[in-house]
Structures are given as structure tokens and as C-alpha cells.
């Protein structure tokens, strides 16, 4: 037997590949839900504390209240997608099924999708993470 593998040998294979790369992305959405809360809920927090006192005042632009709403709005969305991440990755590592990691990973995505949104609108000196042209150019 060159190069073949018996079935228990691919199972085990299989077995040892599976659990290694639904511990990767369990790693992996733990440091997004620990960079959401100790950099970017802080950041968002202060553009919004930042501004609040402009958006408070009836003749504050349209703009600047509609930027305010986005992050009031995303901030919430960031919390309560850390909250389902814990809850997911629980039920991930006590199982061998691959759908709850294709669920972490579709949550982790909308959370990027989401950061993508408010990344222009934190101030860069206050932004925690390079943006897209930073790292880039």
C-alpha cells in the first residue's frame, strides 16, 4: 500500500482536519467579538459622546444626526452579535457539525459587513483598527 489510505485512516484524517478548522474559527470569532468590545464599541462610544452635544441641538445637520443614528444603531448591533458569537461558539465546540461553523462564519461576516458601514464615519484619530486604504496604500 503506497500512498492509499484505508478507510479508518481517512476517517481519522477527516476527524482531526475538521476539529482543527472548527477550532481555528472558533479562535477566530472569539478575537472579533474581544476586538469589538475593548476597541470598537470604546471608539464608537467616544465619536458618539464626541458629538453628542451637536446632535442634541435642534439645528444640528441632517448629516451629522444621521451619522449619530448609524452608530447608535450599529453599536447595539455589535453587542447583540458578540452575545449570539458566545452562544454559537459554545454549540460549535461541542459538536462535530460544520453547519454551526458556516453559522459563525455568516455572523462574522454580517459583523464586518456592519464595521465596514461606521469605518467612515469614526473619526480616523479615534479609529482603533487600519482601515482598508491604510493598509493598502
Known sequence: KVGVLSHHELAVR??????AYKETVCVEA???????????????EKT????????????APIETRRRANVLCSAYDFLML?????????????????LSMVETLLNVMDTIRKRYDEIEEIIPKEILPLPTYDDILF
Open 81 to 97: 452579535k458578540c452575545e449570539y458569537l458566545e452562544t454559537v461558539i459554545s454549540k460549535t465546540e461541542k459538536t462535530e457539525d
Open 30 to 44: 472569539k478575537t472579533m467579538i474581544k476586538m469589538i468590545r475593548t476597541e470598537i464599541a470604546p471608539a464608537i
Open 48 to 59: 458618539i459622546t464626541n458629538n453628542k452635544k451637536l446632535v442634541e441641538v435642534d439645528w
Open 14 to 19: 477527516k476527524s482531526v482536519y475538521t476539529k
